[in-house]
């Protein structure tokens, strides 16, 4: 079995026993296995993708991606949580530059989609932000940039590598959109299993999409 094949088992292994202790409301199980998300999809990616373009900045992303895992276990660590998370996505738009978003089109719905989409979740986090307006402001344009660039691939890779990236940076904006609405807004029913879900289906989306690209 393959290094790639065995960090994809791995992924959805550990994938599987973190939303499980969520479930079970087994923090023990849920802590132990969480840092290891990034591990095993690093691992998938790394045995994968050889000596692919963009590879230094995917790795890059999900290096920061176990950083913001970490940082965001703590109480402490909502900020340099967030912190490591908008580097993550500077890393992602990246790699989406270096495989099709350079010479791909976007088009002007999906910018207005994304637009509108972080007004909508500004307006409803305002009340509750007080002096993290500005820091959050700032990582909402850097998350859904990246949204934006992912959809710019469009015509410059394989259709089945830009759908996948494509819906992946969109499940990665829900994650983290509901981060925020829960902590700084109202509270959001099964809010961790949500984000953790929709956080586990993005990157899996976006890694395998981009092992996927093409410009054949």
Known sequence: MGFNRTGL????GVSTAVLTGIVLENDALYMATKPLLMVSLLAYY?????????RKWVVLALVFSWFGDAFLM?????????????????????AYWMLGAEKGSVKPVDVV?????GAGLMWVLFPGLGSMFIPVLIYAIVLLGMAVVAHKRRGATSPLSFSLVAAGAVFFVMSDGLIAVNKFAYDVPFERLLVMS???LAQ?????GLLKHSTD
């Open 9 to 12: 088992w791995a992924y959805i």
């Open 46 to 54: 790394w045995g994968a993708s050889g000596e692919m373009q963009g």
């Open 74 to 94: 703590a109480e402490w660590g909502f900020m340099p949580g967030l912190g490591s998370f908008l580097v993550a996505h500077l890393c992602f738009s990246k």
């Open 113 to 117: 989609k994304f637009i509108v989409v």
């Open 198 to 200: 929709t956080y586990i």
């Open 204 to 208: 899996y989306l976006i890694v395998t």
